[in-house]
């Protein structure tokens, strides 16, 4: 027979195919945008029992079948989250935890056992293939699984490329069902999401391999990478996000080792737009889990870039994903195994993003879990957490550091509480303070980059009480010399209740610009430069501090005239300081700048003053 003869003698209408699944019978159905819904009605009059339905994401027609017809019906998943139609599937459904990537094993070994497998599928090509369309995921293992295979034929599922293809053979029964895909609208994005992957963003270099959810933060993304050149995408799924980065040229692959020049992922989820880019273009790859999402084959591909989300994180950096509700039921997609895939590639980060309050304006940045919560990536699973207040570096951080970082990065209500608990509870030391230094506005607009003399770039910012490990290392590189310029003293050592005065600077009190160069995890303090008020003077104490390796190439100048440029905007009228006589490279600098400046010598030390408002000489307008 040919395949043609083959498919017309095994079509059947959506009930008759609901009729061959017996009492007893565990069900693999697909799942999300490609659930075959007309064969799934099709069960609705059916009077089997004791029949087990398995999704990797429970789907709409699948819970509302489970709702009408308890205890006929029952549903096992792989995912939860809130369905199509907004109904909370953690009550319907029996949550399986495994890693997505593990997922077509326990079908293929059948410690999973599939008796029938119900799928979607595109219309035959002219070799009698069927396409999986936008879902390969663990559609795949379960049709190879399977003891019997049903498919519904939608002339709208695109075809895609990949391992996406079923002979004819292995499909024992077909039912003719056009209906539009599901389709997901984009989600709004709102201040807080864009300024999250704003941050985000920085994490993402040229070259770099992304692999991203359906969040909002992955659609903000794009407002902030179009820059970037040469980057990749290995992923679970796709979203229409990924084609305005395809034809705006950030997207090419040409860096990843395997799949070289194509985008891979599952599954898709998006709307008719994306449905039909991916439809026989060759520059989209579909794989089942166990190949996508294998962590030890994501760990082969270079500055692998993991990008997820979480619900809340715990003072230690441990992670809960799912609803604010949920308990036990919580899961996540193929979370786990890019995080751990991409904490194992060379140059590759694991980021985990969440909005620094629930809509309640609780913190989402906890001491600890409630004692049903369930932890879903250990605190060696994550390298920085971002929300709109920053990014925290967590990689190689002991529990006191995790602690102070995410303390930083909390909504700012919520640090002061957050400190005293973290105390409490051991994770801080007891004599830890709580310092209301810059406001977010201002910490953000004091963010900066330069260039040396010699091509380096650098960046600027205020300092955090997280920088002592940086500020400690710029003390001891040091000469004696220079500490003594810096601190009128032979000071030989800064231990950390010394350090904390420094890094621990109130708002009214005055402010501490620092600039670092390097990759965030091997960042590296070159210079420091403060201005602090002192009682019954209007005029700040100004201080700075160089590397020596850096004395002599600009860092200086750069640090100190923006720090009376953010110093005039808070309406600081001028600077004072003390200086000795023969430091020569603080006295240059001093002489470089546009401001009069007035000199007296007290007891072997040249005390300085400048006001902002008087010039050398009239400024050229």
Known sequence: MSWKEKYASRVLSPEEAAAKIKHGYRVFLGSMCAEPKLIIRGLSGSYVEDVEFVQLKAGEEAVRLVMERKPRFRLRTFFTGRSAGGSDESSQADYAPLFHSEIPRFFKNRRIAIDVAVVQVSEPDRF???????????????????RLVIAQVNPRMPRTLGATFIPMDRIHYLVDGEQELTELENIKLTDMDRAISRFCSELIEDGSVLQAGFAAISHGLNEFIMDRKDLGVHTEMFTDAIIDLIEGGVVTNATKPIHTGKSVATFCMGTRRLYDYVDINPLFEFQPTDAALNPLAIAGIPKMVAINIAVQVDLRGQIRQGGPRWTTFEGSGGDQDFMRGAGLSRGGRSIVCLRSTDPRGKSNIVPHFGPKATVIMNRGDVH????????????????????????EVAHPNHRESLMSKARQLGFVHSDQFFVKTISPELRARIRTDRVLKNGVKFHMRAIKPTDEGMLRDLFYHLSDNSKYFRYFSQKRSMPLQN???YLNLEADKGLSIVATIGPRENRRMI??????F???????DCAIMVDEEFQKRGVGGHLLRYLIETA??????????????????????????????????????????????????????
């Open 128 to 146: 009698g293939q069927v396409s999986l369309g936008i879902s390969v995921d663990i559609n795949r293992s379960a049709v190879e699984s399977a």
């Open 384 to 407: 920085y957490v971002v929300t709109e207040y920053g990014v925290a570096y967590l990689g190689g951080k002991s529990i006191r550091e995790r602690a102070l970082a995410l303390i």
């Open 499 to 501: 350090l904390r005065k």
């Open 527 to 532: 210079a420091e430069a403060r201005y602090v």
């Open 534 to 540: 002192t009682p019954k003077d209007p005029l700040p």
């Open 568 to 621: 005039i905007e808070q309406g600081v009228p001028g600077f004072k300081g003390d200086i000795l006589p023969w430091n020569d490279p603080a006295i240059k600098l001093l002489e470089g700048l546009p401001y009069v400046i007035h000199r007296k010598y007290v007891d072997g030390v040249l005390e300085v003053r400048f006001m902002f408002d008087e010039f050398k000489e009239p400024r050229q307008q």
